[in-house]
């Protein structure tokens, strides 16, 4: 167990809709990370954010979007949802940013668009 | 930009035998970390070990270890006496730093298989 946590396991829905991933980082951790692992794609950075602020971003489309909330948990929201919008979505947690912490990834939230 | 290559998209090893999964990368920056990620079936990613570019020695984790050869940018991942749960797909990663902040980039993964 890395200490992170991720809600919902699983999410099936349907094309054109609007889901929120949550994230809870671990204890003391301030960075939040989220990745996207699909089967054409491998596992992609989306994006960054440290004590609330946005810090980096990947290749995280204009129909996603995250924030972090003052008590560190983070939310990635994902609209007009797509059939290749389908993947597992992970968040992991690291103490600080730009230093050498291991990131530590939460069980991932395994989303189905139909 | 940063990238890392496994180019061996699944191997088969007999159980308690050792096995070495590749990894190259490449990268413009001086100062670099390389993970390895452990991912069962499950799903969930499990870090291994992490290799600083820095770092004089091999980093080592129980039966993990890592066969850093700077000059060659390789990082290899070694499992010594392989076991049946030891299956799973493995993930090489490098930290990246942009804007002052770290993102891992991944590699395509090798799929290892231990048969009894």
């Not at chain 1, 996207?36 to 989306?46: A, I, K, N, R």
């Not at chain 1, 290749?84 to 939230?109: I, K, M």
């Not at chain 2, 050792?18 to 069962?40: E, I």
């Amino acid at each position: 167990d890395s200490g992170v946590t991720q809600t919902p396991k699983h999410l099936i829905t349907a094309t054109g809709q609007r889901v929120t991933l949550r994230c809870s980082p671990r204890s003391g951790d301030l960075s939040v990370y989220w990745y996207q692992q699909s089967l054409d794609q491998g596992l992609q950075f989306l994006i960054q954010y440290y004590n609330g602020e946005e810090r980096a971003k990947g290749n995280i489309l204009e129909r996603f979007s995250a924030q972090q909330f003052p008590d560190l948990h983070s939310e990635l929201n994902l609209s007009s949802l797509e059939l290749g919008d389908s993947a597992l979505y992970f968040c992991a947690s690291s103490v600080a940013s730009g230093t050498p912490n291991e990131q530590f990834f939460g069980p991932g939230t395994r989303l189905t668009v139909l | 930009a940063q990238k890392i290559t496994q180019t061996q998209p699944g191997m088969f090893v007999q159980e308690k035998e050792a096995v070495t999964l590749d990894c190259t990368y490449d990268t413009s920056d001086p100062s670099y970390g390389l993970f390895w990620y452990k991912q069962p079936s499950s799903g969930e990613m499990i870090f291994l070990i992490y290799q600083g570019s820095y770092d004089q020695q091999n980093a080592t984790e129980g039966r993990y270890s890592l066969n850093f050869q700077k000059a060659r940018k390789s990082a290899n991942l070694v499992i010594s006496a392989s076991q049946l749960g030891d299956s799973a797909m493995y993930f090489c990663a490098m930290r990246g730093v942009i804007q002052g902040a770290q993102k891992l980039v991944f590699g395509q993964g090798t799929r290892l298989t231990i048969n009894p």
